[in-house]
């Protein structure tokens, strides 16, 4: 079936600009998670979305990010007044919280580069 | 809390084995292992539940030790497919009422 899909792939964005980043989960799916990655680092947590519940948003990194989900499934990642060091690549991934197993499907993510 | 993964960089030849360790400072619910190729996105090898038994995909296990707060992942007779990055990821309660917190990656290298 279809998997995780991000877009756009990439943003070029001017440094000041605002830009939103969306996320198309695998259908079913009730757990979606934002990360970041930086050139050659690790997977930075952002923001964790869980059916219903209140998302956990300890991992933004300031009041500039900000994440919605809508009706339980498309979310967008929202950077107002972007910066040069929001420049990296935006990975969403959703998973099946129902079952014990339930591994993360990452999308391709996106690239994004503030000038 | 982020888990540790150890060691930071691995060169094998070929053949050789590996095995990368993730610790946390904090009782796990869960461990997920990952690997990511360079420009793709992470794919998943394995889940270890706590009081769960070692989990294996072809030649790469992995193991969990609720004592120590540690799990490792054993890779034998490393192949060419196996370069990439590896990512331990963290749960410390089950149902889903926390999200992954992942390390900073083991970067491993599978030279001919």
């Known amino acids: 079936g279809a998997g995780v899909s991000q877009s756009p792939s990439n943003k070029v964005t001017e440094k000041g600009k605002d830009v939103e980043l969306r996320c198309d989960p695998i259908?079913?799916?009730?757990?979606l998670y934002w990360y970041r990655q930086s050139l050659g680092q690790g997977l930075e947590f952002l923001i964790y979305?869980?059916?219903?519940?209140?998302?956990?948003k300890s991992g933004l990194p300031s009041d500039r990010f900000s994440a919605e989900r809508t009706g339980g499934s498309v979310s967008t990642l929202t950077i107002q007044r972007t910066q040069q060091e929001d420049s990296a690549v935006y990975l969403c991934?959703?998973?099946?919280?129902?079952?014990?197993?339930?591994?993360?499907?990452f999308g391709n993510g996106t690239r994004l580069t503030v000038t | 809390q982020q888990p540790v993964q150890s060691p930071q960089a691995v060169i094998l030849r070929e053949g050789e084995d590996a095995v990368i360790n993730c610790s946390s400072s904090?009782?796990?619910?869960?461990v997920h292992w990952y690997r990511q190729k360079h420009g793709e996105a992470p794919v998943f090898l394995m889940i270890?539940?706590?009081?769960?038994e070692q989990k294996g995909h072809e030649k790469i296990s992995a193991s969990f030790n609720e004592k120590k707060q540690q799990s490792s992942l054993y890779l034998t007779a490393s192949q060419l497919s196996y370069s990439g990055t590896y990512f331990c990821?963290?749960?410390?309660?089950?149902?889903?009422?926390?999200?992954?917190?992942f390390g900073k990656g083991t970067h491993l290298i599978i030279q001919p």
């Open positions: 991934a959703s998973s099946s919280r129902d079952r014990v197993y339930s591994p993360l499907h």
């Open positions: 259908s079913g799916h009730t757990a």
């Open positions: 979305f869980q059916g219903n519940s209140a998302p956990d």
């Open positions: 904090k009782a796990l619910y869960s």
């Open positions: 270890l539940l706590k009081g769960g």
């Open positions: 990821g963290t749960e410390y309660s089950g149902g889903g009422a926390d999200g992954l917190t």
